[in-house]
């Protein structure tokens, strides 16, 4: 058996998420279904962690278990001439059969994208959030980095089915940043791990924070534990993008 590990890049405009959902087009799915026609058998694709309706990825890693013994460059060329044009396979290698794309994962970095200027380019417009009203950007460029650090994000995260478990909301974020560069407010973002909308839900009170609904003291209020604040607003999918996972 050998353990395959891949990089993929993706355009999920038109794709339900990555997880597999039933009569559903998803990214993981469809990977899938491409490998197991090149396998022969059903293989099942693990992903370093699920990406929204909608949301893009520059590298998003995942990794699957197969017997056929092709070559990893070919396996990279057989994927991509049957995968759609809107995912690609940037990257194949072979691991040790007990990597873990999720459980291995040391850092993942996202890029919440939003475009200030009056009219949106339409070649753009899949990808950005448009957004040509006033802010007050000096407020959101300080603020940004307050949310680096370990704290309890539960206000920064939507209800999720494994709740139920009762798993811990706490994250570490390493870098939390948000630049100008020309008509984009570009935020940036590397955590050991982001709950489900958490980058979202992020950017979204970053935009509260530049149209003067939330201040210092509501972003601080946010990061205590057992806030009560509900998680919100939730910026749309199209602006992020999943950047990196690093291992």
């Known amino acids: 058996m050998r353990r ?14 990555w997880q597999v959902q039933p009569d559903l087009a998803t990214i993981q799915g469809m990977l899938e279904q491409v490998i197991g026609e090149i396998e022969g058998r059903p293989v099942q694709v693990a992903g370093s962690g699920r990406t929204d309706a909608g949301v893009h990825a520059l590298a998003q890693v995942a990794a699957f278990t197969i017997q056929n013994p092709i070559p990893v460059e070919n396996l990279q060329r057989a994927v991509n001439r049957l995968l759609p044009l809107d995912i690609r396979v940037t990257r194949v290698e072979e691991v040790a059969l007990e990597f873990n794309p999720r459980y291995d994962a040391k850092a993942k970095t996202y890029e919440y994208r939003i475009f200030r200027g009056e009219i949106c380019p339409p070649f753009e417009r899949r990808y950005v959030y448009h957004h040509p009203y006033p802010l007050r950007l000096e407020e959101m460029l300080q603020l940004a980095p307050m949310l680096e650090g370990e704290h309890d994000f539960t206000a920064f995260a939507a209800a999720d089915e ?5 798993a811990s909301k706490v994250r ?3 870098c939390s940043r948000l630049s100008e560069e020309g008509d984009r407010l570009i935020y940036r973002v590397t955590g050991s791990g982001f709950l489900k909308h958490m980058v979202r839900n992020i950017a979204g009170v970053l ?17 205590e534990p057992g806030c009560k604040i509900p998680p919100g607003p939730t910026a749309p999918p199209r602006g992020l993008f999943l950047i990196s996972v690093e291992y």
């Open 207 to 223: 935009l509260e924070v530049g149209k003067g609904n939330v201040d210092r003291a509501g972003l601080v209020a946010r990061l």
């Open 172 to 174: 570490t974020i390493f």
């Open 4 to 17: 395959i590990k891949i990089q993929v890049a993706y355009d999920g405009t038109d794709y339900h998420g």
């Open 162 to 166: 494994r709740d139920e478990l009762g």
